[in-house]
């Protein structure tokens, strides 16, 4: 089984390059954001849950994200393996994941980040933000917001996957077949 993270700040493309490579490699493709909107567009009880921290750019508590998170990593017990794209962001999360891969007889197999400068980034989400209908890329505070929990929150993971030798990272900018490209080459030689 091999067990991909995408990691890299808000609109660094994790979501686009997870639709090239679940194709090429046979994964499982599990964005924690697309499963927290779709559960808002639903009103179920975990949307109502994380209706609140979403609309302000803020981390859903990790306990109910790694719940769900396992709740559908079980759905999938014949997979090829996972690439888990907005999971985990935490230091916390990463703990919980290395716990629980475990006894599924798997480990993460690496985390590779899409790179790329702030500017850029906000400027792509608010371009997405005028088509997404997303409520959270319409609104630089809001951006700003995810940025900061950036920095605090998801930035450390660098360094925990890093002491594990897990961690490759990518030029996140150019053509989007350029950058799927980078990623492959790094999944192949893993
Ligand atoms: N692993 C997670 N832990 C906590 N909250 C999460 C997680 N993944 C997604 N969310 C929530 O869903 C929102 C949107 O996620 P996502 O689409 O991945 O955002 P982004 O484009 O900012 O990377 C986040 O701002 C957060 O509120």
Known sequence: MINIVLFGKPGAGKGTQAEFLKEKYNLTHLSTGD???????????????????????????CEVTTAMLID??????????????????TINQAEALDKFLPTIGSSVTATIALEADDEILVARLLERGK??????????????????????KTAPLIDYYKAQNKFYAVNGIGEIKDITERLTSVIDNL
């Open 35 to 61: 499963i927290f909107r779709f559960n808002l567009k639903n009103d179920t009880e975990l949307g109502k849950k994380a209706r609140v921290f979403m609309d302000n750019g803020e981390l859903v508590p």
């Open 72 to 89: 559908e990593v079980k759905k999938h017990p014949d997979t090829a393996g996972f690439l888990f794209d907005g999971y985990p962001r």
């Open 131 to 152: 088509t997404s209908g997303r409520a959270d890329d319409q609104d630089e505070e809001k951006i700003r917001v995810r940025y900061q929990e950036y920095n605090e």
